[in-house]
């Protein structure tokens, strides 16, 4: 939801889909969240939220950021989903590659001149490709963002 820090909805994408979330673009004043971490099952992290995680404090090696996760993940049974670019994702901290569910973004414009039928490979590597038809691939329109709740 644009101009919003944080607001709840169902979510449209990824394993998740349609389960009651929180989502968080930056932590409030208080550098934590606007509801309490048992409220929802479901908390996503979106990647301005993730961007953050460059400004570690030199003492602690760590952000607000990364606590207010680890927080959740270490005192509830709540699932939470990051957003990561190539960017966040190398500087993100093992325990929570480990823990969280990822939602890697590739942005590629060219995706829409494909067919339902044609296949998408990203390379890995020398003799590691991954690759996915189109057609079985979950596409969200603007359309499925609707239903999000201001908080």
Known sequence: MYGKN?????????RYSDMMTWFVRSLNEDNDLDVKFTDYPHYYFTIEYMKKIFQTDEYTNTTP????????????NNVVTIEANKHTLEVL????????????RIQDTALQKLKDTD??????????????MKCNMMEMTPDNYKFDEQS
């Not at 950021?65 to 509830?76: A, S, W």
């Not at 296949?119 to 996915?132: N, P």
């Open 6 to 14: 944080q607001w709840r909805g169902r979510e449209v994408e990824g």
């Open 65 to 76: 950021q990364v606590e207010t996760i680890r927080h959740i993940l270490d005192t509830t």
């Open 93 to 104: 901290p093992p325990d929570l590659v480990n823990r969280c569910h990822i939602i890697y």
């Open 119 to 132: 296949t998408l490979s990203i390379d890995a590597g020398w003799y590691r490709v991954h690759q996915i």
